[in-house]
């Protein structure tokens, strides 16, 4: 099993001082929290892509790059990818090339991005949405696969006799994870592909995420990939942790309050009740994350959001640091009783293994 | 009549006040549609009354996050797995009210198409009136509900008036139409006579008298 963190990489004043952090603080910030991440012994590090203020993440494969040169187990990966709006040959290209520079240590997490404006900016359209999602994964995955690639479709130029280059390292393309927290067609297309699925698990009710990872799960079954139970699935999860539970609550509270996408809603105990969030002690963190199994079945990886709403990086690095505490138990735990026969999260090592085989 | 599957009826209002003219109008064309069903043999209505005031922190709650509380959930399904919906708001400044149109905000967009919906709405003046057709009725026209062809607007100075309960008896049998069919019991109405009494003819002269 593995777990890491997850940013948005949003830039928000921190409400308990009315400061906000300048771009190049909260880029800094976001490399510091994924070495600190491998540091405290976590997996994966996973930086959102947006392309509109007040986030910074519009470059990924920059920063992972970055990331990738200064860390050596950290598997690089994003949260999401917008395979709907990036052009497919542009994404084989960069992250063929991070995958050698990182040794392989790169996966993705494809969505399509709910920001109306960023669509015609990049000459799309969002109604086009989920069409764009599957033709350019369906042209991307082509293209990590097919040394030459003849290719039409409805989204983009044609090509004839085009090659991704670089090619993947050891012509094993990158595992790609499908994120969705509504659509069922993405549900189905990572299903169909034998891909993951990863439910960011964060700000709405867990029942919403069961119906998809269920119907993800039944359909992976369904072409043939393996068993529902084998399907490879990831969560997130949102967390806030000091040794008193009271004293996680009375700190968390301002930014909760004030948070962008959920503040100035519901109170902070009714949205640890209602969603994922949990806000207290490093036991109550993992009392809460041992449940996400009975709800989704057995399951390969877990992220955290740990940086948002304004949240100062020497706050967050603390919650690594809890987090890095509590992630043994978390391995040991999810461990127990899990049958046998429920894969890994697929990693380059592994995937070259089952290539060769 | 055996007992078939029970048909529903959910009621919601937007009224603040305690006692509310808003409640009071859609509590009388709940009961009218229910005495019209019975009227006509039809089957049993069990009637679902929503109070939004009762659900107002949740509908704002549901705009900010995205999701209903499981209180608010309770309350969106027994209105959209409803047969039919009455739904009356206060009119403020010339539409419905914020908390009605924040309820309707937070259903799905397919949610209420095909449902037979009956639209009132309260007013401290007369000239409110069409915010039933200039407001209500478009907007459930987008829902791609049915609105019936009577939507009732009771002003305050309606509550001692004629003509309200008429036109509550009118929408409620409009309702009724959709949700059981159309009663052969009830009369049209007798054809307009061509011809025209002269009793009690009044001389112009009178009628023009002292002006």
Wanted: zero cysteines.
């Amino acid at each position: 099993m593995q777990f890491g963190v997850f940013t948005v990489g949003d830039v928000t004043p921190d409400p308990t001082t009315g400061r906000t952090p300048t771009e190049a603080e909260r880029i800094k910030a976001m490399v510091a929290i994924a070495l600190k991440a491998e540091e405290v012994g976590l997996d994966v590090f996973a930086t959102g892509e947006h392309h509109n203020p007040p986030f910074v993440p519009s470059s990924p494969t920059t920063m992972l790059g970055y990331i990738a040169a200064r860390t050596e187990r950290l598997i690089l990966s994003t949260a999401t990818t917008l395979i709907t709006t990036n052009d497919p040959v542009k994404i084989a290209e960069d992250y063929a090339m991070l995958q050698h520079l990182a040794d392989g240590r790169v996966d993705l997490i494809m969505g399509r991005g709910n920001t109306g404006p960023v669509y015609p900016w990049f000459g799309k359209d969002i109604r086009d949405g989920i069409d764009l999602a599957i033709e350019n994964y369906a042209l991307l995955h082509k293209l990590w696969r097919e040394d030459v690639v003849d290719w039409q479709g409805k989204h983009r130029t044609p090509l004839q006799s085009f090659t991704s280059t670089p090619r993947p390292l050891d012509d094993v393309p990158p595992f790609v994870w499908h994120g969705s927290i509504r659509s069922p067609q993405i549900a189905e297309q990572a299903a169909y592909y034998g891909d993951g699925f990863f439910a960011n698990h964060i700000f709405w009710p867990k029942e919403h995420f069961q119906r998809l990872i269920t119907f993800y799960r039944e359909r992976y079954e369904h072409y043939g990939h393996g068993a529902a139970h084998q399907a490879i699935v990831g969560l997130g999860g949102q967390v806030f942790m000091r040794r008193n539970s009271q004293d996680a609550v009375r700190e968390f509270r301002p930014y909760f309050d004030n948070a962008p996408v959920y503040g100035h809603g519901p109170s902070l105990e009714e949205f640890t009740s209602q969603t994922p969030l949990t806000v207290g002690s490093p036991q109550e963190v993992v009392d809460k994350t041992l449940t996400f199994r009975e709800h989704f079945g057995d399951y390969q990886r877990q992220l955290f959001l740990m940086d948002h709403a304004g949240l100062p990086l020497k706050t967050v690095l603390e919650q690594l640091d809890f987090l890095g505490e509590i992630v043994p138990t978390l391995r040991r735990e999810f461990a127990v009783g899990r049958p046998a026969d429920v894969p890994d999260a697929p990693t380059h090592a592994s995937l070259l293994k089952a290539d060769v085989r | 009549m055996t007992a078939g599957p029970m048909t529903t009826l959910a009621v919601v209002h937007a009224g603040l006040g305690s006692p509310s003219s808003t409640q009071l109008l859609a509590t009388r064309l709940a009961e009218a549609t229910r005495q019209e069903v019975a009227r006509r043999g039809g089957p049993d209505l069990e009637v679902r009354s929503v109070h939004l005031r009762d659900v107002a922190r949740d509908v704002a709650d549901n705009l900010v996050t995205g999701f209903p509380s499981a209180r608010l959930r309770e309350v969106v399904e027994s209105v959209v797995g409803a047969d039919a919906l009455i739904a009356v708001t206060p009119t403020f400044n010339a539409s419905y009210s914020g908390l009605f149109k924040s309820f309707v905000d937070v259903l799905e967009p397919e949610s209420l198409a095909g449902k037979p919906v009956l639209i009132g709405a309260t007013g401290g003046t007369e000239r409110h009136s069409l915010v039933l057709d200039h407001a209500l009725r478009p907007l459930f026209a987008y829902m791609r509900s049915i609105v019936v062809p009577t939507g009732v607007y009771a002003a305050s100075s309606d509550w001692g008036a004629e003509g309200l309960p008429g036109r509550i008896d009118r929408a409620a049998g409009e309702l009724t139409d959709l949700l059981v069919g159309r009663s052969p019991a009830r009369p049209a109405s007798a054809p307009a006579s061509l011809s025209v009494s002269v009793d009690g003819f009044v001389p112009f002269d009178q009628l023009l008298a002292g002006r």
